[in-house]
């Protein structure tokens, strides 16, 4: 949704790039994110992460997310196919 409208009801009420968190153990905060598994290994594996935003209509609700590495993640998601 980086347009200025939604794309659900047209509105113009956009909320743009908002952190999505989870509230742990003690209400601590971790910002979501998904993760690619980029070694084949038992232990210590190693993971391209990429933190996920929202846009949100503030009209309807209707909310789209993104990741901040695209790219990045879309290179982990090769490598990790080749595994």
Known sequence: MKSETCSKCGSNKIIHNTKI?????????????????????????????????????????HTELSVNNPHELWQAHLKAKSL
Do not use: M, P, W, Y
């Not at 910002?31 to 309807?60: H, M, P, W, Y």
């Open 21 to 61: 968190v989870d509230f742990g153990h003690g209400n601590a905060q971790k910002d979501l994110s998904v993760r690619i598994k980029t070694t084949d290994k038992t232990f210590f594996n190693k993971f391209e992460r990429g933190q996920l935003k929202a846009d949100i209509c503030g009209s309807c609700g």
